[in-house]
């Protein structure tokens, strides 16, 4: 009787639709991409440090090569078919809970990332929450566990030492990356990305307001002279992102010239390839929300989406092809940001420790700071006073 | 709803249990991260994100790290069991059973809360960080700043006392 009241209760069709983008997202987009992107970083630091790569690897038992596509999959089996070892001098439970509590927690993240406009009326986006960045960064607090945990339980002191370092690094820059969110978030007015994305569409990106309602030449004379605390935004939390997911320069952490690999010394096999994936996810979960606060998210530039709803007829309903666009368009801007990633880290040698911390406490923190006061400032300036 | 009500207050319950069970202090900080987390998503039923997610941030995410960074760095060894002190065991019931007993009184006077909850709507839509912020920006504004002026000032203060101990220990080097 109990158990059918609850089955009627429950409306099986939005837990059925919310299932589905679950499971497409993380394993036909996330992981997937996360594999590649680590090809993606081998191949480009080759072609950075004029050598070949892995370029070998392609469809077995043939010799066709692919350029190498094949490499994540020898790579997911060699991790698989690894001894997994772990040291007899270790906290198991903790040894063995931290990898996943790393790798958890980046993938948590998508689920309020908008990727995608709507796709046959349904909104391309797994859970439209109203405090989405919030969500984000609440979750991406959480990732610092796993890291502590790998650092303490290790019970070495390589791992105890990068254990450190990456908390307090990851503290440090949680500071500046939520204090440089809250200008975009004047600027919206909104806590819901997807809203978010949608104003962009209309109005123009943030970093580049020259088309549609908001381009200075429409009357967004307000967005023009946003674009100057926009950009220093834009600086600060892609900074923050860099160091908030431990890429090179700031990868003190695990830093092999001092501290051997850092956090994850101890690790073998799969828990390893967990800590590394992790890595990757991280980064492209926070390309993803650079993309959907600064770059427009899946709207397409110069004005595109108007024009492309104005030939679809219907003004109101989002024509398939133009759904499957815009999820092409966030993935293409997500692969942008990644190789961003890629070709700093192979660019830029390593911060030293005081330095990073320097930059965190005494130039990032300010600079948001102030960077809210100015945002303000000019809002009151140029815009009507709300009702 | 009410199984998922359930679920999340019996692992808030259980892990705030094995915070004072627990003897080892980093799984006592890990309990009680589970703990606030089942305490988030207890808020996430009632609809309240904005706590939910503040929650989550705040205690889990900024308060809880530090706990377990300290506990780290101070190197915080395992609790070895003591013998039972009669005294302090029978303080420690004659406590709880105190603090029971006016919990059931206090609760047991409280007549809203034996009517059934109403329930919520279901659209999503509504904008509790909105409605919070009005309601703190405009009717508890001058709180608000006292707040902020507090804050200030216990930030002041820390500054200046780490840089006296700084001094002394320069000092003594």
């Known amino acids: 009787m109990e158990a059918g009241n609850i089955l009627t209760s429950i409306e099986v069709m939005p837990i059925l639709i919310s299932f589905i983008k ?116 609440a979750i991406a607090s959480l990732s610092v566990y796993g890291i502590v945990l790998a650092g303490w339980a290790s019970n070495s002191k390589y791992s105890f030492l990068g254990g450190v370092r990456s908390s307090s690094q990851m ?187 320097k930059l965190g406490w005494i130039i990032f923190f300010e600079l948001a700071l102030v960077n809210i006061f100015i945002t303000a400032g000019i809002l009151i300036l140029t815009r009507d006073p709300a009702p | 709803m009410s199984l998922l009500f359930y679920i999340f207050s019996g692992l808030m319950l259980g892990f705030g249990l094995m915070v004072i069970v627990c003897r080892n202090p980093l799984s006592s900080a890990l309990c009680l991260v589970i703990s606030f987390l089942g305490l988030a998503a207890l808020f996430v039923t009632l609809n309240a994100y904005f706590i939910s997610v503040i929650q989550i941030l705040v205690y889990t995410g900024a308060v809880m790290v530090l706990f377990l960074f300290i506990i780290m760095l101070l190197d915080i060894r395992e609790e070895k069991s003591k013998d039972w002190n009669l005294l302090a065991l029978g303080g420690g019931v004659i406590v709880l059973f105190g603090f029971v007993a006016q919990l059931i009184s206090v609760l047991g006077g409280f007549d809203e809360g034996k009517q059934k909850m109403v329930p919520f709507p279901e659209d999503l839509s509504h904008e509790d960080v909105k409605m919070i912020g009005v309601e703190i920006f405009t009717n508890y504004n001058f709180h608000l700043q006292v707040l902020g002026v507090l804050l200030l000032v216990a930030t002041i203060g820390v500054v200046v006392l780490s840089r006296q101990q700084g001094k002394e220990g320069s000092e003594n080097n």
């Open chain 1, 22 to 137: 679950i499971v497409v997202v993380i394993f036909a987009v996330i992981l997937p991409m996360v594999a590649y992107s680590v090809w993606a970083e081998r191949r480009v630091s080759a072609v950075i440090q004029e050598r070949v790569g892995p370029n070998r690897v392609g469809i077995p038992f043939t010799k066709i090569g692919l350029f190498g596509l094949g490499q994540p999959i020898a790579d997911g089996i060699k991790f698989l078919l690894k001894e997994d070892f772990t040291p007899g001098h270790v906290n198991k439970l903790y040894y063995w809970l931290a990898p996943a509590l790393t790798m958890v927690p980046a993938l948590l993240t998508c689920a309020v990332l908008p990727f995608g406009s709507e796709l046959f009326g349904e909104k391309m986006v797994i859970a439209d929450l109203n405090v989405g960045p919030l969500f984000v960064f």
């Open chain 1, 171 to 357: 503290i440090s820059y949680e500071i500046s990356l939520g204090l440089s969110l809250v200008p975009v978030l004047l600027i919206f007015g909104e806590l819901n990305l997807s809203e978010i994305v949608r104003e962009q569409s209309k109005n123009g990106w943030l970093l580049l307001p020259f088309w549609g309602e908001g381009a200075i030449w429409n009357g967004g004379v307000d967005r023009f002279f946003l674009l100057f605390p926009a950009f220093i935004a834009f600086i600060v939390f892609t900074t923050s992102i860099f160091a908030e997911t431990n890429r090179l320069p700031f990868d003190l952490p695990e830093c092999e010239t001092e501290l051997v690999a850092g956090y994850h010394t101890e690790y073998s096999s799969m828990k390893f390839a967990l800590f590394f994936l992790g890595e990757y996810a991280a980064m492209i979960i926070g390309s993803g929300l650079i993309v959907t606060l600064f770059l427009g998210g899946w709207s397409l530039p110069f004005g595109l989406d108007a024009y492309l709803m104005s030939v679809s007829g219907d003004p109101q309903q989002i024509p398939w092809w133009l759904g499957l666009i815009h999820i092409g368009t966030f993935l293409a801007k997500v692969i942008a940001f990644i190789l961003f990633f890629i070709w700093v880290r192979w660019t830029l040698p390593r911060f030293r420790y005081d330095q990073l911390m």
